[in-house]
Each structure stands twice: as structure tokens, then as C-alpha cells.
């Protein structure tokens, strides 16, 4: 069983996001980052299948500059055989179709049984990217994973759906599957697993020409500001009053 686990390196929940100048990212030297949630359960996931298979080899692999080496060593450190860094700048953002289309080249020729993904980032929140990864190489795909069973060349999916349903779904192998924060509880790295991580192999892959298909024209703090207007007159006209604001101001009726 051969496993690739997406991981995206974001900021912290606590970090401070000051913003650049220009206006035209975020300083990234002032954020500090961390693992995206929903990625140490699909991380987690992936070696449970592993270990309890017996055999198998678990992939990390992320995309970005060269501070994302930070999260890959962390997932190294927790129990995947090697990683694959997808070596380049994402400031600003960057299409979930071209993100994909970047990881679909990187992962096509290792032919993995399964590809494991966060459900969505804890900074933009797309929730698209493993979705789109199956679509372009051919695999059955899933979300909203909140347990996994494999075995007999398919994996067994439960999906959260709305109001407290659950469904099972089997799926051929191979998979991509997006896995829902709160399944299983990840493990810490160990000291043992933080000086093999050293020795483990990273393979640093070039883009030969991303094209990110949206930009950025300008990142900013929104303004806001508080206003205290007194309505006076009688009941009825306090209320025409009212219902004229809440209509034509801030647009709730």
C-alpha cells in the first residue's frame, strides 16, 4: 500500500499577519507556521493504515518556497518513509485548479494507491484541491472522510453529511480522499523520530512553468466604523424608520 499525505505548512492560529507595505501580500517573515490542522489527521490516518497492514510506504508531499521544509520534517518525524517538496514561491494566491494540476504532475508517475488530503486550509479554506487531484488522475475520490476501511483493493469511507448523517462509501483503488479534522488523534513526533527524519530522503521538485490562474490586487485590513444615530418621533414612525434602514442600509430585509 503505497500512500501520498498532502501537508500545507499556514500561519498559526495566534500568529500576527501584518501586511506588507505595497499592499501586496502578507509578510511572510513575521508569521509563524505551522502544520494545517486537517493535514495531521490525514497524516495520522495514513500511518494507521500502514501499520496496521504491516507494510506500506507513507509520502509526504507539499508545495512552497523553502520554509515549508519545517512541516515536512515534522511529518517525517511522525512516521512517513519520505517526502516530496514541490519547490516554489506562493505568495499571493494561487487557483486550486493549477495547485492540483501541480501536485497531479509531481504524483502521477508514483502511482500511489491512495492520496490522503486535508479536508480544507485553515488560511483560505478552499477545500478543493484533493477533489481535483482525483479528477485529473483518473482515481475515485471522496470527502468529509470521517473513517476509512481498506482492504481487498478498496477503501471503505464514512462521509459526515448535514444534520448528523453519516454515509458509507466504497471506493476502488486508486483513491484520493479528503479527510475531516477529528477521526483519530495524531501522534507527537518522537526524539527517535526527530533524528531519523534527518536521514530520511526529500525529493525537491521544480515546476517547469506554474501558472497560477487568479492573483492578487491588493491585500488590506478592512475599515470599519461606528456610527450611534437616535430615532425619535412616535411609535409608527420609529418603526417606518427602522424598517427603511434595515432595508436600504444594511440590507437585512
Do not use: C
Not at 511572510?28 to 494545517?36: C, D, F, I, P, R
Not at 518513509?81 to 519547490?87: C, E, F, K, L, V
Not at 507527537?188 to 517547469?208: C, D, H, Q, R
Amino acid at each position: 500500500m503505497k500512500i501520498a499525505v498532502l501537508v500545507k505548512q499556514v500561519p498559526g492560529a495566534e500568529s500576527p499577519l501584518p501586511i506588507q507595505p505595497d499592499q501586496s501580500w502578507v509578510d511572510e517573515g513575521a508569521v509563524a507556521y505551522m502544520m494545517n490542522e486537517s493535514d495531521n489527521y490525514a497524516l495520522e490516518e495514513a500511518l494507521k493504515i500502514r501499520e496496521v497492514n504491516g507494510e506500506g510506504e507513507v509520502v509526504a508531499v507539499s508545495l512552497g518556497p523553502d520554509r515549508i521544509q519545517k512541516v515536512i520534517r515534522e511529518a517525517l518525524a511522525k512516521g512517513a518513509d519520505r517526502a516530496i517538496h514541490i519547490q516554489m514561491e506562493t505568495a499571493g494566491a494561487i487557483d486550486p485548479l493549477s495547485t492540483a494540476g501541480l501536485f497531479a504532475d509531481a504524483l502521477r508517475e508514483e502511482n500511489f494507491d491512495l492520496i490522503f488530503t486535508g479536508l480544507q486550509s485553515d488560511d483560505l479554506g478552499m477545500g478543493q484541491t484533493g477533489i481535483i487531484i482525483g479528477e485529473i488522475l483518473g482515481m475515485s475520490t471522496a470527502s468529509l472522510a470521517m473513517a476509512t476501511e481498506v482492504g481487498d483493493g478498496k477503501i471503505k469511507v464514512k462521509r459526515e453529511l448535514e444534520a448528523g448523517w453519516f454515509q458509507w462509501v466504497s471506493l476502488s483503488l486508486p483513491a484520493s480522499v479528503s479527510i475531516q479534522s477529528g477521526l483519530n488523534t495524531p501522534r507527537y513526533p518522537s526524539l527517535k523520530g526527530i533524528m531519523g527524519a534527518k536521514k530520511k530522503e526529500i525529493k525537491v521538485v521544480t515546476p517547469s512553468s506554474p501558472d497560477p490562474t487568479q492573483s492578487l490586487e491588493k491585500v488590506y485590513v478592512p475599515q470599519s466604523d461606528k456610527q450611534t444615530v437616535m430615532i425619535e418621533g412616535s411609535a409608527d414612525q420609529i418603526v417606518g424608520k427602522l424598517v427603511e434602514t434595515f432595508r436600504n442600509n444594511i440590507k437585512v430585509l
